[in-house]
């Protein structure tokens, strides 16, 4: 590729509906130990030196990179793994990046109908618009890196669960009309209450220096 090509070349974004990609199989134990050992090797490194450039060009990975090189490193991890929660915490950022103002939609909804103190957790200013919430998703983000830890997880849980319950209720309001959007609405609650869960439980193993 020349200089001049490789100047204009834009990685490729993934919508934001698409949380999960699947990969040609190979030998499971090596895909699961190159996973755990770059997930390790890279939060031990950046946490025990925090570079404020370093934790800068990993909070905005996805951005330039897209999806692919993490996708091949860790989305075959187990959920409850430190592979699993990072990648899982990519795809909750690139999806509120790529569509914030769906975003906002559902995050207003779900602080409106969720009686918990998820909103609070979180920490969203209220209101919380488009670029709040991109704010707030990368300010997450970058207290994996330089903060407490299962802090980031915990507060990554709670954003899910909101907008999770946003997801819910929209979709409840297209099912009289818009039955394929409404059934896209409740796939994304499904899949967004299943990653609250993932980074709690995430959260809780971390406390106990037990997250592999």
């Given at each position: 590729?020349?200089?001049?090509?490789?100047?204009?070349?834009?990685?490729?974004?993934?919508?934001?509906?698409?949380?999960?990609?699947?990969?040609?199989?190979?030998?499971?134990?090596?895909?699961?130990?190159?996973?755990?050992?770059?997930?390790?090797?890279?939060?031990?490194?950046?946490?025990?030196?925090?570079?404020?450039?370093?934790?800068?060009?990993?909070?905005?990975?996805?951005?330039?990179?897209?999806?692919?090189?993490?996708?091949?490193?860790?989305?075959?991890?187990?959920?409850?793994?430190?592979?699993?929660?990072?990648?899982?915490?990519?795809?909750?950022?690139?999806?509120?990046?790529?569509?914030?103002?769906?975003?906002?939609?559902?995050?207003?909804?779900?602080?409106?109908?969720?009686?918990?103190?998820?909103?609070?957790?979180?920490?969203?200013?209220?209101?919380?618009?488009?670029?709040?919430?991109?704010?707030?998703?990368?300010?997450?983000?970058?207290?994996?890196?330089?903060?407490?830890?299962?802090?980031?997880?915990?507060?990554?849980?709670?954003?899910?669960?909101?907008?999770?319950?946003?997801?819910?209720?929209?979709?409840?309001?297209?099912?009289?009309?818009?039955?394929?959007?409404?059934?896209?609405?409740?796939?994304?609650?499904?899949?967004?209450?299943?990653?609250?869960?993932?980074?709690?439980?995430?959260a809780g193993l971390w406390r106990r220096e037990a997250l592999s």
């Amino acid at each position: 590729m020349s200089d001049e090509s490789r100047e204009f070349h834009k990685p490729v974004r993934r919508p934001a509906e698409v949380f999960d990609r699947l990969f040609a199989a190979e030998d499971p134990a090596e895909v699961s130990r190159v996973a755990h050992s770059t997930a390790h090797a890279l939060l031990a490194r950046v946490r025990a030196d925090p570079d404020r450039a370093v934790v800068d060009r990993l909070v905005a990975f996805t951005d330039e990179y897209g999806l692919d090189d993490l996708a091949e490193l860790w989305s075959r991890s187990p959920a409850r793994t430190l592979p699993g929660a990072l990648w899982r915490l990519y795809l909750l950022q690139l999806m509120i990046h790529d569509d914030p103002h769906t975003a906002a939609l559902l995050y207003q909804r779900g602080r409106a109908e969720l009686r918990s103190v998820d909103e609070i957790v979180a920490g969203a200013p209220s209101p919380a618009g488009p670029d709040e919430l991109v704010a707030l998703i990368d300010t997450i983000m970058r207290g994996l890196f330089e903060g407490d830890f299962a802090v980031a997880l915990d507060r990554a849980a709670a954003f899910a669960r909101v907008q999770a319950s946003g997801a819910t209720h929209v979709a409840d309001d297209y099912e009289p009309t818009e039955p394929a959007r409404s059934s896209a609405f409740t796939t994304r609650a499904l899949r967004l209450s299943d990653y609250a869960a993932d980074l709690s439980a995430c959260a809780g193993l971390w406390r106990r220096e037990a997250l592999s």
